[in-house]
């Protein structure tokens, strides 16, 4: 079995400050893992995935992730907000490329950027 | 290129009617999902199809059926709407790229159920 877990739930940030959303996870067989940005009353959309190689993974709009296999985590940074990143962020773990993905979510952070 | 659309967007039910949320997408993807959001529980699993004429159960399926239609389709009915039932939905479908599924997403189904 699978799960994620995202330890914050809200986290507010200044303008132009950096930020880390933590995202731990556990799996029994090697993980596909994933960050999702969903802006207000819209669905989700792909951020940046690791899949195998490079631990260090960038994504879109200037968001990358760090795949930490011995502390099973893989957060997601940005040196440098703008208000604009203001969303709902959630990170996933599918273990499994055949046939169809399934995926599991975590409970998701909201990144609030301040002005 | 529409991606993927849903139907409605906001749906008001009253306990005990039932009512069909219709997803299609126009990427030829081969399978499709159907999520619930819930506050402060993410993207929960509903049912999801592989392929075209198969279906199955995900995490939270009791209440809820669905039909793959065609390709392109994906139909969740919620045959006797109970309040627990009161989410936002979300379709998705995905297709093979790279060694990766990549889950496009519809814009969701507020549903509210009294």
């Known amino acids: 079995a699978q799960s994620v877990t995202q330890l914050d739930s809200q986290v507010p940030v200044f303008e132009e400050a950096p930020v880390e959303l933590r995202c731990n996870y556990s799996?029994?067989?090697?993980?596909?893992l994933f960050w999702y940005v969903q802006y207000p009353n819209q669905g989700l959309q792909l951020l940046l995935k690791y899949l195998s190689g490079s631990t260090l993974v960038k994504g879109i709009n200037g968001f990358e992730a760090e795949f930490n296999k011995s502390q099973t985590s893989f957060h997601l940074r940005k040196p440098s907000v703008h208000i604009s990143d203001t969303a709902e962020y959630f990170c996933?773990?599918?273990?499994?490329?055949?046939?169809?993905?399934?995926?599991?979510f975590g409970t998701g952070t909201k990144l609030q950027v301040i002005p | 290129n529409a991606g993927v659309t849903q139907t409605p967007k906001f749906q008001v039910l009253k306990t005990g009617q039932s009512m069909t949320l219709q997803c299609a997408q126009d990427?030829?993807?081969?399978?499709m999902y159907w999520y619930r959001q819930d506050p402060g529980m993410g993207l929960r699993l509903i049912y999801y199809?592989?392929?075209?004429?198969?279906?199955d159960k995900g995490e939270v399926p009791n209440g809820y059926n669905v039909s793959r239609l065609n390709k392109r389709e994906f139909s969740l009915r919620l045959e006797s709407a109970a309040p627990s039932q009161t989410s936002v939905y979300f379709c998705?479908?995905?297709?093979?790229?790279?060694?990766?599924?990549?889950?496009?997403f519809g814009p969701g189904t507020r549903l509210t159920v009294t």
């Open positions: 799996s029994s067989v090697s993980v596909y």
């Open positions: 990427m030829n993807h081969n399978s």
């Open positions: 998705a479908s995905s297709e093979l790229a790279g060694g990766f599924y990549e889950q496009y």
């Open positions: 996933a773990v599918s273990d499994s490329a055949g046939g169809y993905q399934k995926v599991t």
């Open positions: 199809s592989a392929s075209e004429g198969t279906t």
